[in-house]
């Protein structure tokens, strides 16, 4: 295990404290079911929602398993402890709604009026080709 200094420590007990004073976290949350939307009230006075399909580990969640929703770290979490669901503030405010995994496959998901008639007009040739034709 690496030892660190006093003066790493104190680095380190700096950085947070800026970061603690500076970065967005969560002051409130909630599920609004009108909106279906979860609602994010933050420590710069800004308001995030977004609709919580989105996120990993909320897909399939009930009105009332939102609602349950908590602050942690200081605000730089949102738990719902029923659905062993954990979401970061600041990666949400990045648009990351889940692991690289989970947003990967998402994108996969994804579609455009672009990609229909990318997939149309391949059709119409015939479709992918198979895979000893690709090489």
């Not at 409130?28 to 420590?43: D, I, Q, S």
Request: with cysteine; glycine share 10%.
């Amino acid at each position: 295990m690496v030892e660190l200094t006093d003066a790493q420590i104190d680095a380190a007990t700096e950085r947070g404290k800026i970061a603690h004073l500076n970065e967005p976290r969560a002051i409130k949350a909630r599920y609004n079911k009108k909106l279906g939307r979860m609602v994010v009230e933050l420590t710069n006075g800004c308001t995030f929602t977004f609709p919580p399909h989105l996120a990993q580990g909320l897909e399939a969640a009930t009105d009332e398993q939102l609602a349950q929703v908590e602050i942690l770290g200081a605000g730089y979490g949102l738990h719902w402890e029923a659905l062993d669901a954990d979401l970061s503030v600041p990666g949400l405010l990045m648009g990351l709604f889940g692991t690289k995994a989970y947003m990967a496959r998402q994108a996969g998901r994804a579609t455009s009026a672009a990609k229909a008639a990318a997939a149309r007009q391949n059709g119409a040739k015939g479709g992918r080709p198979p895979k000893s034709a690709r090489r």
